[in-house]
């Protein structure tokens, strides 16, 4: 997902340099929520993985 984010970012910069303004206004939002998710994600899979991990070793 984070692949998918830096290229939407990609996208927009290159929108932006060539003057569509609405392509890469609409790229940016999407890069945007694309780079929330991904960090809610990892988040969430972290927090998941230390809680495991502490039920493995019984601390």
Do not use: C, D, E
Request: hydrophobic share 75%; net charge positive.
């Amino acid at each position: 997902m984070l692949k998918w984010a830096l290229i939407f970012a990609v996208v927009a910069l290159i929108a932006a340099a060539l003057g569509f303004g609405g392509i890469a206004g609409a790229a940016a939002g999407i890069a945007k929520f694309l780079f929330f998710i991904f960090v809610v994600g990892f988040i969430v899979f972290a927090v998941l993985g230390f809680m495991a991990g502490r039920k493995i070793t019984g601390r």
